[in-house]
Protein backbone atom coordinates (compact mmCIF):
# COMPACT_ATOMS: atom_id res chain seq x y z
CA UNK A 1 0.00 0.00 0.00
CA UNK A 2 2.62 2.26 0.70
CA UNK A 3 4.89 1.27 -2.34
CA UNK A 4 1.59 2.22 -4.40
CA UNK A 5 1.53 5.94 -2.98
CA UNK A 6 4.78 5.91 -3.67
CA UNK A 7 4.71 4.85 -7.09
CA UNK A 8 1.69 7.12 -7.42
CA UNK A 9 3.22 10.06 -6.40
CA UNK A 10 5.92 9.50 -9.14
CA UNK A 11 3.40 8.89 -11.88
CA UNK A 12 2.06 12.17 -11.30
CA UNK A 13 5.06 13.97 -10.83
CA UNK A 14 6.40 12.69 -14.28
CA UNK A 15 3.23 13.55 -16.29
CA UNK A 16 2.99 16.87 -14.77
CA UNK A 17 7.06 17.27 -16.33
CA UNK A 18 5.61 16.45 -19.62
CA UNK A 19 2.66 18.77 -19.90
CA UNK A 20 1.65 19.75 -23.51
CA UNK A 21 2.32 23.01 -23.63
CA UNK A 22 4.76 23.94 -20.73
CA UNK A 23 7.35 22.33 -18.35
CA UNK A 24 10.04 20.56 -19.89
CA UNK A 25 8.59 20.30 -23.54
CA UNK A 26 7.91 23.69 -23.95
CA UNK A 27 11.26 24.80 -22.93
CA UNK A 28 13.12 22.23 -25.18
CA UNK A 29 10.46 23.22 -28.26
CA UNK A 30 10.24 26.94 -28.50
CA UNK A 31 10.06 26.13 -32.53
CA UNK A 32 6.69 23.97 -32.22
CA UNK A 33 7.69 21.98 -34.84
CA UNK A 34 7.64 18.30 -34.18
CA UNK A 35 10.79 16.84 -32.83
CA UNK A 36 11.84 13.55 -31.47
CA UNK A 37 12.43 13.19 -27.88
CA UNK A 38 16.51 13.11 -26.82
CA UNK A 39 18.20 13.33 -23.33
CA UNK A 40 16.23 14.15 -20.71
CA UNK A 41 12.90 14.32 -22.23
CA UNK A 42 13.41 11.00 -23.75
CA UNK A 43 14.51 10.04 -20.03
CA UNK A 44 11.37 11.42 -18.51
CA UNK A 45 8.71 9.71 -21.12
CA UNK A 46 10.73 6.54 -20.36
CA UNK A 47 10.56 6.87 -16.82
CA UNK A 48 6.53 7.62 -17.03
CA UNK A 49 5.86 4.56 -19.00
CA UNK A 50 8.08 2.11 -16.28
CA UNK A 51 6.66 4.00 -12.92
CA UNK A 52 3.30 3.54 -15.00
CA UNK A 53 3.51 0.03 -15.03
CA UNK A 54 4.89 -0.50 -11.92
CA UNK A 55 1.90 1.10 -10.50
CA UNK A 56 -0.16 -1.15 -12.50
CA UNK A 57 1.34 -4.12 -11.14
CA UNK A 58 1.31 -3.22 -7.17
CA UNK A 59 -2.72 -2.37 -8.03
CA UNK A 60 -3.34 -5.53 -9.43
CA UNK A 61 -1.43 -7.31 -6.34
CA UNK A 62 -3.56 -5.40 -4.07
CA UNK A 63 -6.83 -5.91 -5.70
CA UNK A 64 -6.07 -9.73 -6.00
CA UNK A 65 -4.20 -11.04 -3.08
CA UNK A 66 -4.45 -8.73 -0.48
Known sequence: ????LIFSLALISLVLLQ???S???KS???SGAYH???GVEKL???STIAMATLFLITSLVNAFLL
Open 1 to 4: MILQ
Open 19 to 21: AKG
Open 23 to 25: GLT
Open 28 to 30: LNE
Open 36 to 38: SKK
Open 44 to 46: VFV
